[in-house]
């Protein structure tokens, strides 16, 4: 391949839309059991319980 080529080849694989990685439900009780992508608040608030579990009172 030359040159030319594969710069055409990086422009169409770049052009092309990302796949979703969410799939729509129909269900709402699946919908209310699906669990939301992971956030940095959401990780410190879990090794924060994490943490309170370990210790004693």
Request: hydrophobic letters at 25%.
């Amino acid at each position: 391949m030359n040159e030319k080529q594969i710069q055409a080849l990086i422009k169409k694989i770049q052009s092309k839309p990302k796949k979703q990685d969410v799939r729509p439900t129909y269900d709402p009780t699946l919908e209310a059991t699906r669990r939301e992508a992971p956030t940095e608040e959401s990780e410190a608030r879990s090794q924060f319980f994490s943490e309170m579990k370990k210790r004693e009172f």
